[in-house]
């Protein structure tokens, strides 16, 4: 069993910045591409910012220059750092990885996701 736990949303005003935490944890062997989703009310779920495991990455256009994804391998962690967040960055902000578990099988696994508000 492999679990994804993100922490760090909350409420922050117009032009503030989160920081966005995702630990795996479960019977990992190694983990592929790791990336942060979003979903606004009435919305669907877009890709926000990946990450593969040697350090690509690869952003939506609404976050480039705002938001930096990046990955701790030795944690199993991965971070979203946005800055100059906007009221359109509101939403549940959900974790994904591929995970290849300790019997070699291919899995995707999702978060249970984060609440992130930006107030004007």
């Known amino acids: 069993q492999v679990q994804l736990v993100e922490s760090g949303g909350g409420l922050v005003q117009v032009g503030g910045s989160l920081r966005l935490s995702c630990a795996a944890s479960g019977s990992i062997n190694s983990i592929n591409v790791m990336g942060w989703y979003r979903q606004a009310p009435g919305k669907q779920r877009d890709l926000v910012a990946a990450?593969?495991?040697?350090?690509?990455?690869n952003y939506a256009d609404s976050v480039k220059g705002r938001f930096t994804i990046s990955r701790d391998n030795a944690k199993n962690t991965m971070y979203l750092q946005m800055n100059s967040l906007k009221p359109e960055d509101t939403a549940v902000y959900y974790c994904?990885?591929?995970?290849?578990?300790?019997?070699?099988?291919?899995?995707?696994?999702w978060g249970q996701g984060t609440l992130v508000t930006v107030s004007s």
């Open positions: 990450i593969t495991s040697g350090g690509s990455t």
């Open positions: 994904n990885a591929v995970v290849v578990n300790v019997l070699y099988r291919y899995l995707e696994v």
